[in-house]
């Protein structure tokens, strides 16, 4: 995998947008081999957050859309029959007129698969036909009780069910990501009642991905010099993931 934050002059008279790095060749952001861009900002603040440096909007680099689609063009060919872009972050919807522009553009210039990765909290931002150009919502849910939601990200849970109500009116498919951090949302109650919401929005989920949590994140904490609440979280071991996974496929959900 090869990450790019190559600077560019910009160009006048362009939608411009703040970028914090690109990734060439990823497996995990969706259907087959991904080109992921990573946006800047978002207003979340969740504790177990692993690209933290995400999270100033300003602290990205500048680049109009133009140059946001040189740096997917030599990758275009390839991506047509191996896999597609995602649209990452941050929160790409701390930028809406920008990354809709590069999601619409993506579309009319190579006709690759678009996914958004989002956790839906700011889709009031965006009008049905914003979405027309997104194959694909992975759609991050950090939990179903809403006050530990609001503790473990610092925003209401709310807003991220509409937007997967809105999805589900949209028949958006949707990929529902979920993070397994022991002691924080790996209670069984928990998962069970989230496995049932998921369930409910029909057949637009098309996968649930249970994600164990990781300390790879930690050096970047330290890096900006701020505490990791984390710090002594170990990662979930197998059992305790096979038991999350086994708890949404109960509910006929395809999990991985």
Same mark, same amino acid.
């Given at each position: 995998?090869?990450?790019?934050?190559?600077?560019?002059?910009?160009?006048?008279?362009?939608?411009?947008?703040?970028?914090?790095?690109?990734?060439? &060749?990823?497996?995990?952001?969706?259907?087959?081999?991904?080109?992921?861009?990573?946006?800047?900002?978002?207003?979340?603040?969740?504790?177990?957050?692993?690209? =933290?440096?995400?999270?100033?909007?300003?602290?990205?680099?500048?680049?109009?859309?133009?140059?946001?689609?040189?740096?997917?063009?030599?990758?275009? #060919?390839?991506?047509? *029959?191996?896999?597609?872009?995602?649209?990452?972050?941050?929160? =790409?919807?701390?930028?809406?007129?920008?990354? &809709?522009?590069?999601? @619409?553009?993506?579309?009319?210039?190579?006709?690759?698969?678009?996914?958004?990765?989002?956790?839906? *909290?700011?889709?009031?931002?965006?009008?049905?036909?914003?979405?027309?150009?997104?194959?694909?919502?992975?759609?991050?849910?950090?939990?179903?009780? =809403?006050?530990?939601?609001?503790?473990?990200?610092?925003?209401?849970?709310?807003?991220?069910?509409? *937007?997967?109500?809105?999805?589900? @009116?949209?028949?958006?498919?949707?990929?529902?990501?979920?993070?397994?951090?022991? &002691?924080?949302?790996?209670?069984?109650?928990?998962?069970?009642?989230?496995?049932?919401?998921?369930?409910?929005? #029909?057949?637009?989920?098309?996968?649930?991905?249970?994600?164990?949590?990781?300390?790879? #994140?930690?050096?970047?904490?330290?890096?900006?010099?701020?505490?990791?609440?984390?710090?002594?979280?170990?990662?979930?071991?197998?059992?305790?993931?096979?038991?999350?996974?086994?708890? *949404?496929?109960?509910?006929?959900?395809?999990?991985?």
């Amino acid at each position: 995998m090869l990450q790019h934050s190559v600077q560019m002059p910009l160009a006048a008279g362009q939608p411009t947008g703040y970028l914090h790095s690109t990734e060439s &060749g990823a497996g995990v952001d969706g259907p087959g081999m991904r080109f992921v861009f990573f946006m800047s900002g978002c207003q979340f603040r969740c504790q177990y957050c692993h690209n =933290p440096d995400t999270w100033k909007l300003h602290a990205g680099r500048q680049l109009t859309l133009d140059e946001a689609l040189a740096e997917l063009a030599p990758y275009a #060919g390839f991506l047509k *029959f191996a896999g597609g872009v995602t649209i990452s972050g941050g929160e =790409p919807l701390m930028q809406p007129e920008f990354v &809709g522009a590069l999601l @619409r553009a993506i579309k009319q210039r190579y006709g690759l698969h678009t996914a958004l990765d989002t956790q839906g *909290f700011l889709h009031a931002g965006i009008s049905d036909d914003w979405l027309a150009a997104v194959d694909l919502v992975l759609l991050d849910i950090k939990h179903s009780d =809403p006050a530990r939601y609001q503790l473990i990200t610092g925003q209401p849970l709310q807003p991220t069910l509409d *937007f997967a109500q809105r999805l589900q @009116r949209l028949g958006k498919p949707v990929w529902l990501r979920y993070v397994l951090v022991p &002691g924080l949302t790996d209670g069984a109650d928990d998962i069970s009642r989230l496995a049932d919401y998921v369930a409910g929005l #029909g057949s637009i989920v098309q996968r649930v991905e249970v994600l164990p949590f990781h300390q790879m #994140g930690a050096a970047k904490w330290a890096a900006l010099g701020m505490a990791y609440p984390l710090a002594d979280t170990p990662t979930p071991d197998a059992a305790a993931v096979a038991a999350a996974r086994a708890l *949404f496929a109960a509910r006929g959900l395809t999990v991985c």
